[in-house]
């Protein structure tokens, strides 16, 4: 189905600049910062969990003999995968958080210029399926941007913290997970951002796919004669 006039018209300011293209990117380029770290912290535990039970497989034998080797050049190896050792993955974290959000804001702002038209039924469904998957995407980012506010016992959403004492945080579960933390609240971050890259793709197809099939439809001129 082509991309309707109207419809191109109020969803073209979303597709260019620094609006949907450039979250998307931006959550990709998160998720190839984090992700290695996250493969490596689920490696190895398991591998430590297996080899303490008594029933490792050669994967994890393998993994700890390369956790030893590199033990043996650098005693703080470990902070590669542990979260709260690692340089850079907690900063990573945060700005693949107002990536997600910045993404959710874009969606929001095409559905609601769509649902104008009486054409918004695809991206309304695309963003509620979003917001129903991670409902802590809008509120982290909220208390990471406005954190001056919550540190002091402000914010907007300091009301639905369950542990008021507990502020932002980013670590790993058992099996080595990176997650993100607020007031007893947690997100799976990886997943999160696999779940952002659905919507981006469903927004891709709602204007670029039918653009394109726009751009198909539109009768070839003769080239002019020389």
């Known amino acids: ?62 993994a700890q003999a390369e956790f030893e080797a590199a033990l043996a050049i650098d005693p703080e190896a470990d902070r590669a995968f542990l979260v709260l050792l ?7 974290a945060v700005f693949l958080v ?35 998957a991670q409902p802590l995407a809008k509120r982290f980012r909220d208390v990471i941007i406005h954190f001056d506010e919550y540190a002091v016992g402000g914010g907007r959403d300091r009301g639905k913290a369950t542990k008021p004492e507990e502020g932002m ?17 947690t997100m799976n971050l990886l997943q999160a951002a696999e779940d952002a890259l659905t919507l981006w793709r469903d927004l891709n197809r709602e204007f670029w796919g039918k653009l394109h099939t726009s751009t198909q439809e539109l009768p070839v001129k ?5």
């Open 1 to 62: 189905m082509p991309l309707d006039d109207d419809l191109n018209a109020a969803l073209s300011p979303l597709h260019f600049g620094f609006t949907a293209p450039m979250w998307g990117g931006a959550i990709q380029l998160q998720i190839s910062r984090i992700k290695p770290v996250e493969d490596l912290a689920i490696r190895q535990i398991s591998a430590w969990k297996a080899i303490q039970a008594g029933n490792p497989s050669a994967d994890h034998l393998a």
């Open 222 to 226: 003769d080239e002019p004669a020389q």
């Open 98 to 132: 107002i990536a997600i959000r910045g993404l959710l804001s874009a969606a929001e702002q095409m559905a609601s210029q769509a649902s104008a038209l009486g054409k918004g039924a695809a991206l309304k469904a695309a963003v509620v399926r979003f917001t129903n």
């Open 169 to 185: 945080g980013v670590g790993q579960d058992d099996d080595g997970r990176i997650h993100v933390t607020w007031g007893g609240h």
């Open 86 to 92: 690692h340089p850079t993955v907690s900063r990573d």
